[in-house]
């Protein structure tokens, strides 16, 4: 049974936001989404997701030092993953919970600095209070990018999986390492396309089988590598990078 506490009990500050509406044909959370701010502080971020003029919102923000801000109770529908897909659910707002990371992003397309420990704290028992008490499987703990990866690129390659991974938190195995070996990219069609294509939509990601290498699939191919093989993100289908997503499934939890 799960527990409706509409917010977690772990302290924090409330900075309530107007931004939110009904959970649509009374759904509840299944999946946690997280994001970064992506502006250059934790106060214009809070800011930001408060003025009923930006129409967006999250239901946590966790400030770089640790402080966690409660914005929108959980049993409300925020507004913060906009267009995106997963396993098949097109409005990821009905289904999700979303937190925020104060931090400026990536700057000119390139990694920024790491997110600080004391942050990363606070986000991963945040994590683990909200998991634990909606249940949600390993495998729905995702990045903005997994779910919208033609638009969004958050909360980046420097976000440490692996720290929430150890705490129990979401779906995670050790990258396989980068060596030479076949490869997929945008000049390959036909069946081993098809084929990494299907892997990737039997994970969750919106990713159709075509048999092409179109640019979608090179979206989705980045998005993975962000979050799953992070040392290189080119969204090239390297050995790497499909024995890591064989290595997923094959470990996805009730396989």
């Known amino acids: 049974m799960l527990v409706t506490k509409t917010h977690s009990a772990l302290p924090m500050t409330l900075r309530a936001s107007p931004n939110h509406g009904e959970r649509k044909g009374g759904k509840t959370p299944n999946s946690l989404i997280l994001h970064y701010t992506g502006v250059p502080t934790g106060e214009a971020a809070v800011a930001l997701l408060c ?6 919102s999250a239901h946590y923000v966790v400030m770089p030092d640790g402080e966690i801000m409660l914005l929108v109770p959980e049993a409300r529908r925020a507004w913060h993953a906009g267009r995106g897909i997963w396993a098949g659910e097109t409005d990821m707002n009905d289904v999700s919970i ?11 397309g390139r990694a920024a600095h790491p997110y600080p420990e004391a942050q990363i704290a606070s986000v991963t028992a945040l994590c683990g209070d909200i998991v634990e008490r909606w249940r949600i499987a390993p495998d729905r703990v995702l990045a903005h990018s997994d779910i919208a990866p033609d638009r969004k690129i958050d909360p980046g ?5 692996d720290w929430l991974a150890h705490a129990g938190i979401g ?24 084929e990494l294509q299907a892997m990737l939509g039997a994970y969750g990601y919106g990713a159709p089988v075509s048999g092409a290498y179109d ?10 590598q962000r979050h799953f093989r992070p040392a290189l993100v080119d969204g090239i289908a390297d050995f790497s990078t499909v024995a890591t997503l064989r290595k997923l499934l094959a470990m996805r939890p009730g396989v």
Do not use: M
């Not at 937190?99 to 000119?108: D, L, R, S, V, Y």
């Not at 390659?157 to 999986?161: A, K, Q």
């Open 157 to 161: 390659e420097f976000f440490p999986w």
């Open 171 to 194: 779906h995670y195995v050790a990258p396989c390492p980068i060596s030479a070996g076949p490869r997929l990219d945008h000049n390959s069609r036909g069946a081993e396309v098809e």
């Open 51 to 56: 003025d009923p003029a930006s129409e967006v």
């Open 215 to 224: 640019a979608r699939t090179q979206c989705v191919i980045r998005a993975f």
């Open 98 to 108: 979303g937190i925020e990371i104060a931090h400026p992003g990536h700057k000119n």
